[in-house]
């Protein structure tokens, strides 16, 4: 053994950082229809291609095309461009909100609008998420009213939820959106038995685990899928693959595996790619995941290619840590520009009616804004009471809190 | 009435349950075909079917965080940690989730779910089966706490935590599965069969949480104690002859605190025991009540007699194990 040079230690590199030209030559993009589409009952083991390659309908003249596509009309499509708008629009006037000292703390979803927007018109009534703190798509596509999420948002006297979140924390049973922890990757093996439950009650409700591509790290993310694997739980397992945790490059979590999707084949459980930035792409892998769970077929692991334009929230500067351009190198392209261009293509849809619908939309959001803001911001107006801090830990108060509210003078 | 040992109690409290309603579900390891290492669920899978009781895989997290699921769903599980000392892997889903998520979701969803795990050691378990780990979830708003003593309150406390709207850790000293272990271990243990609480009632009965017993009545000083140190505090009352009250705490959180301070307030002189280990134990926070809510009637400091802040040993079993003579000593010290 004397001949051996020692060991080293490989602690893997993002390809450019900071002043560094933006290159994402190692994204491998297969050309928008080239992938099949397999009837949902095939074999898991004739589905492995699926977790190398990415399901793309959008091609780059704005046509839908391949076996992925046709599956939404011109005004399903009409209505989730205006989705993503809104939630871009809602993004923007939010994290201008933080600035100005409205609030602690935001997220934005710019450039991954696509992802929550498109899963959420796959569902249907009783289906359950279980988000992470960037999937507001599902909220806003599945018809939350914008200003209980800025109530929440500005922990006011009307927060649904009493001033006990972080903002964008959001929770609401009745579109289908679990309470969001905050920790990450939870909430991705809760997911997991929640469908276990509906299969035990033999109801038809399916779930939606949703985990970013850092957190799969986590071990949640393992357990969740070896539970779903072995009770072969009606469960759309999601995995945003947005690029970056924080200032950490995808790398870090992702090691020597080819992609995020191939976590899944260990488990036997199918694994799909889809192009993240393609409302449509999106739209139709998750339809066909969740017609999997709901015929009792089992899980599917589901990795959305994408790309986090923005800030991971309002407390750190990605100039820090890679390229500023890095964003318009990103070669999935905006999935909304390229929802638009696609209805522009198809005659349904002009630059005159967007720009008259990004105005709609802004008014609607500063109405909304106007709205919460009457019931107060973080720092002004009314705020949710003090005895609300007591209340909600038990269903009934134990009496060592009643002693403690008795302290705190309420 | 049916005489049970405390493992037939529990899988008579989930046979009930189970009985009474088609959500209560009851998974963990070993836990189905083969009824439990301990036999808590033997016959539950083959009773209620694969689908109400089965085996899980090797993952506390995977068990406690789908159960925190499908409680969210509506269902009841009632999950089984192998031994307490193996809950850390899913004490981010117990700490972070069941235990805030009623709080943080405001009600929309909640948690109505029990954790089971044997605790405590003196069967020779070593550092990694015998660990106490109470204050672990005492220390963590939207807990309840549980540790039962004997077969009755083991049957009844587990149907209450069962129908509880919140998440409850249910601590079973293993210790006493078989018998009211006093810590005398060179001795024959007595039967539950020959023991009055070894006599169960048929049929579905709670006991409250929240609700302390006093096990002896005694003006001399308060012993307050919990789990298999119940029997530890009896047999160091016999042969001290100090007239000790022993209060069997049962439920830790949320604490009886009137029945302690009434005790308290009578006797004068306080001594805690538990086999967890001293630093930040359960006990720290009795002391501490005890003398904020109790300070003028006190006649000698509270003595707190404890494993000591060491893992576990296996060799040194007995030296570690809280028993009667240490109890003994420190109960006559309280007394000078």
Request: with cysteine; charged share 20%; proline share 6%.
């Amino acid at each position: 053994m004397a001949d051996q040079p020692p060991l080293s230690l490989y602690v893997p590199e993002p390809a450019v950082r900071p002043g560094d030209t933006p290159d994402f030559s190692n994204v491998i993009i297969p050309k928008a229809g080239s992938v099949d589409r397999p009837p949902v009952d095939a074999d898991p083991e004739s589905l492995r291609d699926l977790a190398f390659s990415i399901i793309r309908v959008l091609n780059r003249k704005g046509e839908a095309v391949g076996p992925w596509a046709g599956l939404l009309t011109a005004d399903e499509l009409l209505e989730g461009l205006k989705h993503m708008m809104t939630l871009r629009a809602f993004d923007a006037r939010m994290q201008t909100a933080q600035r100005q000292g409205k609030t602690s703390f935001y997220m934005q979803h710019m450039g991954e609008e696509a992802v929550s927007c498109a899963f959420r018109k796959a569902l249907e009534p009783g289906d359950m998420n279980f988000p992470t703190y960037r999937q507001a798509g599902l909220l806003i596509a599945g018809g939350y009213p914008m200003v209980d999420m800025m109530n929440q948002i500005y922990s006011n006297e009307a927060d649904p939820l009493k001033g006990r979140q972080l903002p964008i924390m959001y929770s609401s049973k009745e579109h289908g959106f679990f309470s969001i922890s905050g920790n990450l990757g939870t909430q991705f093996v809760q997911a997991v038995g929640w469908a276990m439950a509906s299969a035990i009650k033999n109801d038809t409700r399916i779930a939606a685990g949703w985990i970013g591509d850092g957190s799969t790290a986590e071990s949640d993310f393992h357990a969740a899928l070896v539970f779903a694997s072995t009770y072969r739980a009606p469960v759309v397992l999601n995995i945003v693959n947005n690029q970056w945790a924080i200032s950490t490059f995808q790398g870090i979590a992702r090691g020597g595996a080819g992609t995020f999707a191939a976590r899944g084949l260990g488990f036997g459980i199918p694994s799909l790619r889809v192009d993240g930035n393609d409302y449509l792409a999106v739209h139709a892998v998750a339809k066909w995941a969740v017609e999997r769970a709901r015929r009792n077929l089992g899980p599917t692991l589901v990795e959305y290619v994408t790309y986090r334009v923005g800030a991971h929230s309002t407390s750190d500067d990605p100039s820090a840590y890679r390229p500023k351009a890095e964003s318009d190198a990103w070669p999935l392209g905006d999935p909304v520009l390229r929802l638009k261009n696609h209805l522009i293509k198809i005659g349904a849809w002009s630059d005159e009616r967007h720009t008259q619908a990004e105005a709609e939309i802004l008014d609607t959001v500063i109405a909304a804004q106007k709205e919460a803001e009457k019931h107060g911001t973080l720092h002004t107006g009314g705020k949710p009471s003090t005895r609300d801090m007591f209340e909600g830990v038990y269903e009934e108060m134990p009496p060592h809190l009643r002693r403690q509210r008795q302290q705190a003078g309420v | 009435m049916p005489r049970m040992t405390m493992i037939e109690a529990i899988r008579d409290a989930l046979d009930v349950s189970m009985g009474r309603d088609e959500g209560v579900v009851v998974f963990g390891e070993d836990v189905g075909y083969f009824g439990g290492v301990f036999r808590c669920t033997a016959g539950l899978q083959q009773k209620y079917g694969r689908t109400r009781c089965f085996d899980a895989p090797i993952s506390e997290l995977g068990i406690v965080g789908t159960a925190i699921g499908m409680a969210a769903y509506g269902l009841k599980p009632c999950v089984e940690v192998q031994f307490a000392d193996y809950v850390y892997p899913a004490y981010d889903q117990i700490v972070s989730e069941a235990a805030r998520l009623r709080y943080r979701s405001n009600g929309q969803f909640t948690c109505p779910m029990v954790i089971r795990m044997p605790t405590g050691g003196g069967i020779f378990g070593g550092q990694t089966h015998s660990q106490s780990p109470e204050a672990l979830f005492t220390h963590v708003s939207g807990l309840k706490v549980v540790e039962p003593s004997n077969p009755v309150d083991a049957k009844g406390l587990l149907i209450a935590a069962i129908e509880d709207p919140d998440p409850v850790i249910f601590l079973e000293p293993k210790r006493l599965y078989n018998g009211p272990f006093d810590g005398h271990h060179d001795q024959p243990v007595t039967p539950w069969s020959k023991h009055a609480l070894g006599e169960v009632e048929a049929g579905h009965y709670t006991v409250p949480l929240g609700k302390a017993a006093v096990r002896r009545e005694g003006s001399a000083l308060t012993v307050l104690t919990y789990g298999t140190m119940v029997y530890v505090a009896e047999a160091a009352a016999r042969e001290t002859g100090i007239d000790a009250e022993i209060i069997d705490l049962r439920t830790l959180l949320p604490l009886d605190l009137d029945t302690i301070t009434a005790s308290v307030r009578k006797t004068g002189r306080c001594v805690v025991v538990h086999e967890a280990t001293l630093t930040s134990g359960f006990g720290a926070e009795l002391a501490a009540l005890v003398q904020q809510h109790c300070f003028y009637n006190l006649e000698a400091p509270i003595a707190r007699v404890t494993g000591w802040d060491t893992p576990y040993p296996h060799a040194q079993e007995w030296d570690y194990f809280p028993g009667p003579v240490r109890l003994g000593e420190a109960m006559r010290e309280v007394m000078e």
